[in-house]
């Protein structure tokens, strides 16, 4: 099935230390050479929530399909949220690349990888927005 704006993709890879790493597919345009130019908008430890391209967001690794929009209206929604998110802060365990996803798919930020470490023998809660 074709790659669509609202997709929650990720990424697996080891420039970014071995684990997943989310984001929201926010446009997919047609190029000259008949291939696509594809946006990706995620949560980045230095600079926020940010737009790159697929080749920036996954480094050449293979990308995956978590979730798609339940409907045309639902993928508006996640985008304009994921619009309205940018520059927003990044936090490991409370505003995190999946959590953005969550958040843009629910309203409700959520990361199954921090709850994870979070359960932990000695470690911290996990995060209650």
């Known amino acids: 099935e074709p790659v669509l704006p ?3 993709v990720k990424v697996w890879a080891q420039p970014w ?3 997943w790493h989310h984001g929201i597919v926010r446009r997919v345009t047609p190029t000259v050479d008949d291939g696509f130019y594809i946006e990706i908008v995620y949560n980045v ?3 926020g929530v940010i737009v790159s391209s697929l080749e ?5 690794h293979r990308v995956f399909l978590v979730r798609r929009p339940s409907s045309s209206e639902h993928a508006r929604v996640i985008l ?18 999946e959590h953005f996803c969550w958040f843009c798919y629910t309203w409700e930020p959520k990361s199954e ?11 911290a809660a996990p995060f209650q927005g």
Do not use: M, T
Not at 56 to 60: K, V
Not at 83 to 94: G, I, L, Q, T, V
């Open 6 to 8: 609202g997709n929650w």
């Open 17 to 19: 230390g071995g684990v």
């Open 113 to 123: 990888s921090s709850c994870r470490v979070n359960a932990l023998p000695g470690s």
């Open 45 to 47: 430890k230095d600079a």
């Open 56 to 60: 920036e967001f996954s480094h050449g």
């Open 80 to 97: 304009a949220i994921a619009d309205k998110s940018r520059r927003k802060p990044y936090s490991a365990f409370s505003q995190n690349r």
